[in-house]
């Protein structure tokens, strides 16, 4: 038995965007690429994602909402995320992504556009380049999200995507709504080495010191990433309560680089392990995901940085606290009833001598060894299936209709060479960015 695991940090994609032509290419030119993947039911992307993640052993996710499908109004489809959240079992905290500049590049995206044949010009200004929602409007429906889903098992946060992409205005307001309020924010920060650059010339009094001036820093506050924050930045995040969220698969595939977990650590931050829609072998398991995360940054010395008891702790601690659940993980009377039945005779399969059982599952341990998931005392998991919904049937039904509407973007798919040859002389040429 160990406390169910939290997916930090997710979006709640249908599919694995590899299978759109997103494979290992850098975040800015996948974020467009995303498009193709755009759900086509958010029930069914929703219900799929999160039984993927309950498969592999987690009670709560991160729904950090960046695509929806436009199919339904926007209350309505959220009301279906959190009926497939209900129906798969899982906590979830839910925030509706909202950006208001850069949909293309950190600046002007004019200079792309300008730069893609004119016949293809208007396709991508339609697709990319929509009219911003204000503040206000923004604090207004995310009162009216949690209005229509909060509950036990439902968190509402505010989200904004990150900094490179919200307005210090939009950052001011959801800064003042958040210390009214109460309410929890989530959001990216310094993903790529893109962003870094970004943030040094947007902000040279210090991205970190810009978010604790207007007072979003603070610890109802979960980052994304930080892959490339700074020692005194993460001095700052420690000081203030706010937590980070690493993203080992995802920061991979994307070639981000490496989140500095270890000197977080030191520095006294609380670390979360996220999927981010892209674990190792694109395949949503949390439990190589998280074993991942330990053995790199478990450190190269004869003691490493942390026991394994330790890290498995912080991770659940820290991961509950970003989706706002109750608890610290911890299996006892009284707590929550969250947690995780893993397969030791599987894991202990030679079954030679003595082992400590956390010494396998840091080994050894993937979603095949979930026998049983409990949240909040009901078995959403149990013999390694997913009990609330159908999830073979959940994916081969987003395939088919994947398959059926892939002709819906076929404009866009033959021009993107043209596309992604501009964003990548953009990012190439931008000064201190390429």
Not at 82 to 106: E, K, Q
Not at 167 to 194: D, F, N
């Amino acid at each position: 038995m160990i406390p169910a695991l939290v997916d930090a940090h997710d979006h709640a994609r249908p599919l694995s965007t590899v299978s759109f032509g997103g494979a290992f290419t850098p975040l800015e030119t996948w974020l467009p690429r995303t498009i193709f993947a755009t759900p086509p039911d958010a029930y069914l992307a929703a219900a799929a994602a999160l039984a993927r993640v309950a498969r592999a052993g987690c009670g709560a996710a991160m729904v950090h909402y960046t695509r929806p499908s436009g199919v339904l109004p926007i209350l309505d489809e959220v009301r279906e995320v959190a009926r497939a959240a209900r129906d798969v079992g899982v906590r979830i905290a839910f925030a509706l992504a909202v950006r208001d500049m850069n949909p293309l590049v950190y600046g002007d995206e004019t200079e792309v556009l300008d730069g893609l044949p004119e016949a293809t010009r208007a396709l991508f200004r339609e697709a990319f380049v929509r009219p911003a929602m204000s503040p206000d409007a923004y604090l207004a429906l995310v009162d009216e999200i949690a209005e229509a889903i909060a509950g036990p098992l439902v968190d509402v946060q505010y989200g904004p995507a990150g900094l490179q992409w919200c307005s210090p205005g939009l950052l001011e307001a959801i800064a003042e709504a958040s210390e009214r309020t109460g309410r929890r924010v989530h959001m990216h920060l310094l993903e790529t080495e893109r962003q870094r650059a970004w943030a040094d010339r947007a902000h040279p009094e210090g991205v970190v010191t810009f978010l604790e001036r207007i007072g979003l820093l603070s610890d109802r506050l979960t980052l994304a990433h930080c892959v490339h924050a700074r020692p005194d930045e993460l001095d700052r995040i420690a000081a203030s309560g706010a937590r980070i969220v690493a993203n080992f698969g995802s920061n991979m595939h994307l070639r981000s680089g490496l989140s500095p977990v270890a000197e977080a650590r030191r520095r006294g931050v609380c670390v979360a392990v996220g999927i981010d829609g892209a674990a190792l072998d694109d395949d949503d398991d949390m439990l190589r995901e998280m074993r991942l995360a330990h053995g790199v940054h478990a450190g190269a010395g004869l003691d490493p940085n942390w026991t394994r008891a330790e890290f498995l702790a912080l991770v659940v601690r820290t991961g509950r606290a970003a989706v706002g659940a109750p608890g610290d993980g911890a299996l006892g009377p009284s707590e929550p009833a969250d947690y995780c039945a893993l397969d030791l005779d599987a894991l202990d399969r030679d079954a030679i001598m003595p082992v400590d059982p956390l010494d396998l599952m840091f080994a050894r341990a993937n979603a095949s060894h979930v026998r049983e998931v409990v949240v909040a005392g009901r078995s959403v998991v149990r013999d390694g299936r997913v009990v609330g919904v159908d999830l073979p049937a959940l994916e081969a039904e987003l395939r088919a209709r994947f398959r059926s509407q892939v002709g819906r973007y076929a404009g866009l798919d033959r021009a993107w060479p043209s596309f992604d040859a501009a964003l990548r002389r953009w990012f190439e040429g931008c000064v201190g960015c390429g």
